[in-house]
């Protein structure tokens, strides 16, 4: 009852913004709290199930599973969700994006939950259209990015679902039952070539939501255009989608495939690693950085999945929550620049420490954040993520810390020009320092990104516990330990 409840409830907001359009500032935020303690009873244990739908052929469409990665991914979600909207506040665009957002939330919900592939499918679709129309609604409302994101995610979708036929038809010949249900479709007994190529058809469809390298080309106009609050949440949360499709359907269902894959995937998530941060050093403003940046941790995320190996999956994970909460932070920097008239562009930028010193202060953390400081919510999946790889292919794993080197040079050069120095004349005389509204939103912010720094431990034994659920490669140590 309570994940039907995590797909139905934001969609029920979203449809009575449309209709109503009253009270929506109380509703939103309550509707978003209302998520975060119906997460709560999951992580406790809470084995809540559905199924519903039942169609000849097809298994049960709505039928929605509890399990630990989707306990942890909806409760990352839903604590995005208050503080997209924190930072959209009071903005003329608050009401649209409010309501595009908790369409694009109730579908990721269902997309964590969804135990049956066709189900999953749909609800993948859905967080597409949504994410789309998100871009095209809110910031400076393009359309060649809503138009870009919608035609790599929709086209790279249907590889997916071409790529899952065969294994249903397979399983349906062996078993004499057709059903598209996880453990239906689980067990395939396809040869490992044809494992190797239905893998590259799921990769394609879920790797662009990360996205990986090379199918990153939506993200700069996707980040960049829209508004702060919906990029944070697409950077922070959309891309949680291809993760979890990654390590909940793909691996486990063609692992054979997964292991033919890997050497080509490690190679080419580090050189999506190096790049995203080659490009996030050559930007000509902030927006750009912090878009680029997020393609560059993403793809080391990648990284740590592809090397199937324990310590390295265990790192992915716990960067694809990390940088959650990073996305959301720096997002957050961009929309308080963004409310006082300031832009991100380098030429207006500069000396503004001494104008908003808690601002400043609180910059500062992100960047370290963003950079892997020890202590930071960062760094213990990054360190993890390497250190399995190392022993896996130790150049690519090199390249790829090579990626995070560049990384760190990109946060600390944006601090100095954005920050440090003289004051930019150009810069207003006088600007407000962080309204409370703002502090708090750091402070959570912050809060949260120690808490994952020196709380890690608590993490990663949740995620030693689930790993052998989601991939027999790992029960075995398909890569090592």
Not at 139 to 146: I, L
Not at 436 to 461: D, N, P
Request: contains cysteine.
């Amino acid at each position: 009852m309570i994940v039907s409840l995590l797909v139905l409830l934001p969609w029920g907001i979203a449809l009575w913004l449309s209709l109503a359009q009253r009270s929506a500032v109380a509703l939103t935020i309550a509707g978003a709290l209302a998520e975060i303690l119906l997460c709560i009873p999951l992580l406790a244990g809470d084995p809540s199930a559905v199924v519903a739908i039942h169609l000849p052929l097809l298994g049960a469409l709505w039928q929605l599973q509890a399990n630990p990665l989707a306990d942890l991914f909806a409760l990352t979600t839903a604590l995005l969700l208050p503080v997209a909207l924190a930072v959209q506040w009071r903005h003329d665009e608050y009401l649209h994006l409010a309501r595009i957002l908790a369409v694009l939330q109730g579908a990721l919900m269902g997309t964590f939950f969804a135990n049956n592939f066709l189900g999953f499918y749909i609800f993948y679709e859905i967080v597409a259209l949504a994410a789309a129309w998100l871009i095209l609604r809110s910031g400076k409302k393009d359309r060649r990015a809503a138009l870009s994101f919608l035609l790599y995610t929709v086209t790279a979708s249907l590889f997916l679902l071409l790529a899952v036929l065969p294994i249903y038809l397979n399983r349906g010949n062996s078993t004499g039952i057709y059903d598209f249900s996880w453990i239906q479709l689980s067990g395939s007994d396809l040869s490992g070539q044809i494992q190797l190529l239905l893998f590259l058809g799921m990769l394609a469809g879920l790797g662009v939501k990360l996205p990986l390298f090379p199918l990153h080309g939506w993200a700069r106009g996707a980040y960049v255009q829209s508004a702060p609050a919906a990029a944070l949440f697409l950077s922070g949360a959309t891309v949680l989608a291809g993760v979890y499709g990654l390590v909940h359907w793909a691996v486990p269902l063609l692992p054979q495939g997964a292991l033919l894959f890997s050497p080509a995937g490690i190679i080419l998530a580090a050189i999506g690693t190096l790049y995203g941060a080659f490009l996030a050093l050559s930007t000509s403003e902030l927006r750009e950085t912090v878009a680029y940046s997020s393609v560059s941790h993403m793809n080391l995320v990648a990284l740590g999945i592809f090397a199937l190996q324990e310590q390295a999956w265990s790192g992915a994970l716990f960067l694809s929550i990390a940088h959650a909460v990073l996305a959301a932070g720096l997002f957050t920097v961009l929309a308080v620049l963004e409310a006082r008239g300031l832009g991100s562009n380098w030429e207006g930028l500069g000396g503004l420490f001494r104008r908003m010193p808690r601002f400043g202060a609180w910059t500062l953390l992100f960047f370290l954040m963003a950079l892997g400081l020890p202590g930071l919510g960062n760094f213990p999946g990054e360190f993890l993520t390497l250190l399995g790889s190392f022993r896996v292919l130790p150049l690519w794993a090199g390249i790829a810390t090579l990626g995070m080197i560049v990384n760190l040079v990109v946060f600390l050069r944006a601090y100095e020009r954005s920050m440090l120095g003289q004051i930019n004349p150009r810069l207003p005389a006088q600007i407000a320092d962080l309204a409370q509204r703002e502090w708090w939103i750091f402070l959570l912010l912050g809060a949260a990104s120690l808490y994952l720094g020196l709380g890690s431990q608590t993490l990663l034994s949740d995620f030693a516990q689930l790993l052998p659920v989601h991939s027999p490669l790992l029960i075995g140590g398909a890569h090592g330990h």
